[in-house]
């Protein structure tokens, strides 16, 4: 599947059916099928276009103008919605089937990262540069977002959110940072449970910045990556 530009990431709609690329400017919908674009989300101009429309008319809006990469993706589990994080700090929520932008989500302060929906599709986590995740209430799409910086009483976080993943019975949230550290909350009461560093006593955590975590099926383990050239479980 042949971009423009750089791919910064991508996800897979829950039936398998859709993949979602996030490059410069553009979020482009596969069919997994026929690999065929199935819609074009342009975050620089808000426009929504189907494959068709790109192929009878290519895309020139962008010509000449500065770099706006979409650094993360999320597909809500039924599938219709897409939320996308850009280098503006802004969240879009894109319906798939009415093909428009229906929500443009504010208060990062620097770039989103990493999104992911709860598996009932009524929240949404964001992960940002700005050293925060933010739960935000999409059930009936607030204005406002209900959020918790990544601190806690002991320790201040000195640097970005890159990760965030969500346990598979929308419980916990959990947050890698470039400061080492993983953090697990409730996500209802957005109280800290724990954190996963490497100044536990046992010295096993990362001893670099955390780029991606996941939860196993049955949300009893959590593994990570990090730029120490290891993964953790």
Not at 34 to 58: A, I, M
Not at 198 to 219: C, P, Q, R
């Amino acid at each position: 599947l042949k971009h423009d530009s750089v791919v910064c990431c991508v996800e897979f709609s829950i039936d398998g059916k859709m993949l979602a690329t996030g490059s410069n400017w553009t979020t482009l919908i596969y069919d997994t099928v026929t690999g065929d674009v199935q819609y074009v989300l342009n975050s620089g101009d808000n426009t929504f276009k189907s494959g068709e429309e790109l192929k009878n008319k290519p895309d020139s809006n962008n010509i000449g103008a500065e770099d706006l990469y979409i650094r993360a993706v999320g597909f809500s589990p039924c599938g219709r919605y897409l939320a996308n994080g850009t280098e503006d700090k802004i969240i879009r929520i894109w319906d798939l089937k009415e093909k428009k932008l229906i929500k443009m989500l504010k208060g990062n302060e620097q770039d989103i990262y990493s999104l992911k929906f709860t598996a009932n599709g009524k929240k949404l986590v964001s992960g940002s540069g700005d050293k925060t995740v933010r739960v935000w209430d999409v059930s009936k799409l607030l204005e406002d977002p209900d959020s918790f910086k990544i601190e806690d009483d002991a320790n201040e976080v000195n640097d970005g959110v890159t990760t965030v993943a969500i346990s598979p019975d929308s419980t916990i949230l959990a947050a890698g940072s470039l400061d080492r550290t993983i953090r697990l909350w409730d996500i209802e009461s957005g109280q800290l449970i724990d954190r996963l560093d490497s100044e536990n006593e046992l010295g096993t955590g990362h001893k670099d910045s955390v780029y991606s975590i996941a939860f196993t099926h049955d949300g009893t383990q959590l593994v990570s990556g990090s730029l120490d050239r290891s993964i953790k479980l």
